[in-house]
């Protein structure tokens, strides 16, 4: 089996007093696809700041690339190859397009550069058709390709996707999901949020249900597709 | 009055403005960027003016004063950052306030055990000392056209380093999304720890350049706090480009209020500050 990228044991995570992730376990290995499912609010954007470190956890252990993570920064799990795409996209309006890509390039943990400025604008041509733009003046579609090609000139061993269909056009959306079938292909983990479960679970080798901050469900896609009654019960379908 | 006494006016005001500008852009990006308002900041202006004193005197060259000033201001500004300012990022302005005000008091006690209360002057380096004529008997003096040339310096430098380097695009993304920046692996904490540093250097360097031209005494710090605030009011909070075009206002507006009005030259910069926040309450250009 491949490295282990990252790995969370006994997350507890609280937004105040109200305990929000209760005791989760999550493992991500090199070049896996993970889909993390559940209802709206059951933790998922929770538990994926956990593992970013955006927010703080009780309780509980990180280890990104073997080395200890429980305390760390968010800047230091990133450089240690993970990189996000958060729901409601983040891109930085005051940046160009190109500046946005930019500021993030950076080579990958064993020092290659697979993804660079000219790789992007390939991958998203209508990138580079606006690259002087302002971030803020671009269409939800191109502000989401922007924070996917941002995220990979990174150079991550691991992207996270946090609703990254959310709010686009169908056929924008199946050009988002393309691309991430590209991003997979190339040998990047990759952990899916999306409420359009059917295309999570083509393209994923594993996938965890959350049910209120606990895993509920863990298997691999074949599993869940023929669990109408998980599938029923859990995301409603 | 002839046309010479407007040209020398108008190269005053200039001077005057682009010396605020250098303290001011500092202080707006403190605020603007750190949240953090920042009393002590006209004391690293009068620290500056202090050294250049002292350092000009010990090595008998302004010149290398300067550099070593430099050097100083920006190691003082990280320890002062890591100590102290890292602190307050999540406080309470009035907490902010409070420690800032205390810094000042401190500043002002130890350049009183350290340099004395007198007044003294910096001399201008020999090559710089003369004056150049501009009618029979009006003329110049050409340090404080190096001064002009110098701010304008820094102040296209300024725009490079935050329009068109990396690391500029590093603080204006953590400007509007700390989280995001941090995500992407910037570490944000560092790049603040920097621009602060810079910042207070920005004060201090400008006070070295003043020296010279305003003498060394104390409290020089406070007049040039106040009036920097009233530039990044003008301005517009966090916006560099507006502190520069509010130095300028304020340049020209004290520099001929004093020609013009003469007894009202005190209140002319805040009859000023007032018209344009009636005009635009966020100040002439809106934080980015
Ligand atoms: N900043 C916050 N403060 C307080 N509660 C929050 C915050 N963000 C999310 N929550 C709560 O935490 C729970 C999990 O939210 P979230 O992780 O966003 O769920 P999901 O991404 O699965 O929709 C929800 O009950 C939500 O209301
Ligand atoms: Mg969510």
Redesign the pocket.
């Known amino acids: 089996m491949s490295e282990v990228l990252l790995e969370a044991r006994g997350l507890h995570t609280y937004?105040?007093a109200?305990h929000?992730l209760r005791g989760i376990d999550f493992t991500v290995r090199g070049g896996e696809t993970i889909g993390l499912m559940?209802?709206?609010?059951?933790?998922?954007?929770?538990?994926i700041?956990s593992l970013l470190r955006l927010v703080p956890s009780r309780h509980g252990e990180l280890h990104v690339r073997g080395r200890a993570m429980t305390d760390a920064p968010p800047h230091a799990v990133a450089r240690r190859g993970i990189a996000y795409v958060p729901?409601g996209r983040g891109i930085f309006p005051n940046l160009s397009v190109r500046e946005n890509l930019v500021m993030a390039a950076r080579p990958s943990v064993d020092g290659k550069r697979h993804w660079t400025l000219e790789r992007i604008l390939a991958t998203f041509p209508r990138l580079a058709e606006r690259l002087h733009h302002g971030g803020a003046q671009l269409s939800g579609g191109e502000q989401q390709m922007l924070t996917i090609g941002r995220a990979l000139m990174t150079n991550p061993d691991l992207l996270i996707l946090?609703e990254a269909t959310e709010g686009l056009a169908p056929l924008i959306a199946v050009e988002i999901w393309r691309i991430i079938r590209q991003i997979r292909e190339s040998g990047i983990a990759t952990v899916i949020?999306d409420k359009n479960h059917s295309a999570v679970t083509a393209i994923t080798d594993r996938n965890v249900i959350?049910v209120k901050?606990s895993i509920v469900f863990e298997g691999p896609s074949t599993e869940l597709r023929s669990r109408s009654d998980i599938l029923h019960k859990h995301l409603g379908v | 009055m002839d046309a010479s006494v407007y040209l020398i006016q108008i190269l005053n005001s200039i001077q005057y403005g682009l010396l605020l500008f250098l303290v001011a852009s500092g202080l707006t990006l403190i605020f603007g960027i750190m949240g953090i308002i920042n009393l002590a900041h006209g004391s690293f202006y009068m620290i500056g003016a202090y050294m250049a004193f002292s350092l000009s005197a010990l090595t008998g060259n302004l010149f290398l004063a300067i550099l070593l000033g430099i050097i100083l201001s920006v190691i003082l500004g990280i320890v002062l950052e890591w100590l102290l300012f890292s602190r307050l990022y999540r406080r309470e302005h009035l907490e902010q306030v409070l420690l800032t005000f205390g810094l000042i008091l401190i500043f002002e006690e130890l350049r009183s055990i350290i340099a004395g209360d007198d007044v003294h002057g910096v001399p201008i380096p020999a090559f710089l000392n003369y004056s150049i004529p501009l009618t029979e008997n009006q003329s110049y003096p050409v340090y404080r056209l190096f001064i002009s040339g110098v701010c304008l310096l820094i102040a296209g430098a300024m725009y490079l380093f935050i329009q068109r380097t990396r690391l500029g695009m590093m603080i204006r993304a953590g400007n509007t999304n700390r989280e995001m920046a941090q995500s992407l692996g910037v570490n944000i904490n560092l790049i603040y720890r920097l621009v602060f540093a810079l910042g207070m250097a920005l004060a201090a360097f400008a006070g070295m350049l003043a020296a010279p031209v305003s003498s060394v005494f104390p409290g020089m710090g406070n007049q040039v706090l106040i009036l920097s605030f009233v530039v990044v009011v003008i301005g517009g909070i966090g916006s560099v480009w507006g502190a520069l075009v509010a130095a300028l206002l304020i340049g020209f507006a004290d520099t001929f209020g004093k020609v013009f009005v003469p007894d009202y030259a005190g209140i002319a910069v805040y009859l000023l500050m007032a018209a344009i926040l009636l005009w635009r309450p966020e100040g002439l250009f809106r934080r980015a």
Do not use: C, H, Q
Request: proline share 0%.
């Open positions: 937004y105040g109200s929000i559940g209802r709206n609010g059951m933790g998922k954007t929770t538990l700041r729901e946090d949020v959350l901050g």
